[in-house]
């Protein structure tokens, strides 16, 4: 069957670079043909039939946006198999005969269920935490780092100022990416992530290592679903901290991480990708995520990206501890 007419969707947590992405499906399938409808709220949007025609001039001037012009959400009704089937009638009653979806773990297993239920659909790796296997980064993932860089290296010069250690908190409910890649770039003294973490008598040494060197600062980069939370880790070097040498202070990121202006990295990376998705589709294929290896677009069959979740580089862990001894 020839496609005539796709769907798009952003759904799950945003990231940036969601909006060059979403404009490069439109003007990419505008320009084989093919009509655009761009589907509201994720996959409540699908279920509410929040769907609107889109043209050239529906994206223009947002590729320099963060967020979703399309919005987004988590929907508990497309969850259960009536919440598809109906989500499935929905998507033909309004003609739409191919789906492009980009979202992270979550939103690509929904896209694999509607595969498995006839509908053609191929996913875009959107998650900040680059936990998605098939792609070695996904869309948003460099303005995110680039963001806590930022926030990191202004936060080191008040720690210098004050002789504070501060812990950071960034996002990774499940991945350490950030946590390690941030932490790799800035400097900081210890880094812990759900795969890896010292434990407090390993922080104890290399806290005492710094205090004998009189350094002016202690920074702990801290992935959100580490063991040890970043309160417990406070109260530690406080007692743990002779003179107050470093008086601890927390700072949690939090959605600052998702927001911002895309890198050109992220813009070039969602047009490439939002470009093949409307390819891949248009020749037929289905059940797949587009990625980026080793600088080429690569698909991935959709039950494999979604199917694990993607555990940063081990050896990186390593490296950090190189720099900072």
Do not use: W
Not at 19 to 44: D, E, H, L, T, W
Not at 122 to 129: E, F, N, T
Not at 174 to 199: K, R, W
């Amino acid at each position: 069957m020839e496609l005539k007419r796709i769907g798009v969707l952003t759904s799950g947590g945003d990231s940036p670079g969601m909006n060059p992405a979403i404009r490069a499906v439109v003007r990419s399938a505008i320009a084989q043909n093919c009509q655009v409808v761009g589907i509201y709220r994720g996959f409540r949007g699908v279920l509410e039939k929040l769907f609107e025609e889109m043209d050239a001039r529906s994206v223009g001037g947002i590729i320099g946006r963060g967020g979703t012009i399309l919005e987004t959400s988590r929907s508990k009704e497309f969850m259960l198999p009536e919440g598809r089937e109906m989500a499935l009638s929905n998507l033909r009653e309004a003609g739409i005969q191919g789906l492009v979806i980009i979202g992270g773990n979550g939103s690509l297993t929904g896209a694999l269920e509607l595969h498995k239920l006839g509908m053609p659909v191929v996913g875009l790796p959107g998650s900040i935490d680059n936990d998605l296997k098939g792609t070695d980064m996904a869309i948003g993932v460099d303005t995110c780092l680039n963001t806590i860089q930022h926030a990191v290296d202004n936060i080191r010069d008040t720690a210098s100022s004050h002789h504070r250690a501060f812990i950071i908190e960034v996002m990774g409910r499940n991945c350490g990416y950030l946590a390690l890649m941030s932490a790799l770039n800035c400097g900081a003294e210890v880094v812990l992530t759900p795969e890896n973490e010292p434990d407090l008598e390993e922080v104890r040494g290399i806290l005492s290592r710094y205090r004998e060197r009189n350094k002016s600062h202690f920074i702990v980069v801290l992935a959100e679903g580490a063991k040890i939370k970043a309160h417990q880790l406070a109260k530690f070097l406080e007692s743990d901290n002779p003179a107050q040498h470093y008086e601890p202070r927390i700072t949690i990121l939090g959605h600052v991480q998702r927001g911002g202006s895309p890198t050109a990295f992220d813009r070039n990376l969602a047009t490439r990708l939002g470009a093949a998705a409307v390819t891949v589709l248009l020749q037929g294929r289905s059940g797949v995520m587009i990625g980026l290896v080793n600088g080429h677009l690569h698909e991935t069959p959709l039950q494999e990206a979604v199917g694990e979740l993607r555990k940063p580089d081990m050896h990186l862990f390593d490296l950090h501890k190189m720099m900072t001894q």
